[in-house]
């Protein structure tokens, strides 16, 4: 949705403040001892309601998100996972196998996660 609430600022601009503000929440909850892990935001898909540009633009707009995201995780020593750039096809479109519907992982994207997440798992079932 960010798209559609620029008020006169660029997209970059937009997100940079979304994830601040989604990092002041993340920062309050680390803060009170949790332990605090972010995935990032999946690429778009072909919506049948209103969406802002197209598939291309908002996979663009996705991956400054979690890029930004990632930054702002890393200088808070949180761990920050995203499969979203494995997801999409070299023109920047989603591969459509790894979604079941327009919001949800299809089964063909648990390797990617696996993969992802791996140093993750082999820390937990190193402690059983």
């Not at 309601?49 to 200088?75: A, H, P, W």
Request: proline letters at 4%; aromatic letters at 10%.
């Amino acid at each position: 949705h960010i798209g559609f609430n620029l008020n006169g600022k660029s997209v970059n601009e937009v997100i940079i403040l979304t994830v601040d503000r989604y990092m002041e929440t993340i920062l309050y909850l680390k803060n009170k001892g949790y332990n605090i892990g972010v995935y990032g935001s999946p690429p778009s898909s072909n919506w049948s309601v209103k969406s802002y540009g197209d598939i291309i633009i908002r996979n663009q707009m996705t991956l400054f998100f979690n890029s930004y995201l990632k930054t702002k995780c890393d200088e808070n020593n949180i761990i920050f996972k995203d499969i979203s750039k494995q997801m999409m096809l070299p023109d920047g479109t989603t591969d459509t196998k790894y979604l079941v519907d327009p919001l949800h992982l299809s089964q063909e994207a648990m390797p990617l996660l696996q993969k992802e997440f791996n140093d993750i798992i082999c820390k937990i079932n190193d402690k059983k």
